[in-house]
């Protein structure tokens, strides 16, 4: 099986025309895909209209169990299932899910060293086996950032965490491309030129370039996280804008392709 | 395929301790079986606490943009993942689904007759085959009041209906009885006492009790529900209270079985 893994943020799901857009084009990428889907922004702001402010460090969000509840709904209740209504007007199976359902991904409470992040979970396990048997008939999971612990708990969970585990756990049996868009053009030598994209990162180029600072704070997690899917089997990670994702799936140039070095690709 | 369609409504929902009762019945009821909920008590408090104020006319909910967002939040975000973590943890591999989930129930937004209910849904179709697949790869079914039109709009539909609509087109098929738990112990001769109940409803008795106004008001729709369901094929529809559901599966006196005319069974 060939399956292509497309993580898509706030930049997308928070404008409906955008939202729109790029599910138009989701529809027409060939073959078996998944969606996994962040919804922060939106999150942040149904929260503050409830009372609950939003608490983060170095992006994470502190999630105390009124929070809990509240990114529950709007990620798994009105992201998901706005997504999967549109995808349905467009002639395709999605199903909306979290790592409850179907035990699909198994977290465990992140333990407090330092900082009590609250209900946020780990990955410790993804349910390959369900993931597959719902390609095979026919549905397409749209996978919100809500997993559980197996014990009854929820957990809010990082969604290009999400994306990168489900690559490469289904990675070991199957061929997985995995595609995270993002608002920039790709990872960018000046970020303030969003012409100054980078084709192709390897480890060799991302070390230079983390020593130059031209890579820093929030793209490092986005690549270490890219590198380890690599080196865990994933074919292929992209980072790009999500109205190129086409492109991308194409294997034109249109963002940033990471590739491990050349002597590991055989 | 025998299949249990198992109805519970807000006096389950709302409650902790008699959600977590009901689930560890539920959760040993044999065979392939699917939960439908509601979860109305909660969404009006919820909405309300965000200044959406319910607005009800004889017992539906009139349902404008803001009021559809919210009850989404509430039945297929915060009730229904709930609801699955803890089956989750009973060892019940439960997957959370409304009706846009692989275009499980299509609706037709109720056309505006006198009252406009907004974005409510009526009933056009079931999705068996889905519901089947599901069944039969080992994952059980939990169904909220979300529908959705085919066309990217949500729906917001009665879970009676729902568990009514799953109910007889399962029942072409297979061989499906159908559990409707409310806050009675079954249907009752003298409403304020709880020993009353009518074991046995067939349409004679029916007519009979109507004309004498021993049943009225909101069960009235509940009973012309459970005859159109046996009319339709459905084997048995039992209606009592949840902490009575194992007794009902066990065949045993726990609340009101409705049953067609007897000379009807043949």
Redesign the interface.
């Known amino acids: 099986m060939k399956i292509s893994i497309i993580k898509i943020g706030g930049n997308v799901i928070d404008y409906p025309e955008k939202l729109e857009e790029f599910l138009s084009i989701f529809a027409k990428v060939p073959g078996f895909k998944i969606l996994v889907h962040g919804g922060g922004v939106m999150a942040s702001r149904f929260g503050e209209?409830?009372g609950i402010m939003p608490e983060m460090i170095d992006g994470r969000r502190i999630t105390d169990k009124d929070t809990l509840?509240m990114v529950?709904?709007?990620?798994?209740?009105?992201i998901?299932?706005?997504v999967?209504?549109?995808l349905?007007?467009l002639k395709v199976?999605?199903?909306?899910?979290?790592g409850?359902?179907?035990?699909l991904i198994r977290s465990v409470k992140r333990p407090v060293r330092g900082i009590d992040y609250g209900f946020v979970g780990d990955i410790q396990e993804v349910n390959t086996t369900?993931f597959q048997?719902l390609l095979q008939?026919g549905?397409l999971p749209v996978v919100n950032a809500?997993t559980?612990d197996?014990?009854?708990?929820?957990l809010n969970t990082n969604a290009d965490s999400i994306a990168s585990a489900l690559a490469t756990s289904l990675a070991e049996e199957h061929h997985v491309d995995l595609y995270f868009c993002f608002n920039k053009q790709g990872v960018l030598i000046d970020e303030n030129n969003e012409q100054s994209i980078i084709p192709l990162i390897n480890e060799d180029i991302y070390s230079e370039l983390r020593k130059e600072n031209v890579i820093h704070s929030g793209m490092i997690p986005k690549l270490d996280n890219a590198f380890e899917a690599l080196k865990q089997g994933v074919q292929r990670v992209w980072i790009g804008k999500a109205e190129n994702l086409m492109m991308a799936v194409k294997g034109k140039t249109a963002g940033t392709i990471i590739e491990r070095q050349r002597y590991d690709l055989y």
């Not at 529950?72 to 009105?78: D, E, F, P």
């Not at 199976?93 to 979290?98: F, K, P």
């Not at 197996?150 to 929820?154: A, E, N």
């Open positions: 209209s409830m509840d529950t709904m709007v990620y798994a209740g009105l998901s299932k706005t999967v209504a549109k349905q007007a199976n999605a199903i909306g899910l979290t409850a359902d179907g035990n369900l048997q008939i549905v809500i559980h197996k014990k009854g708990q929820l």
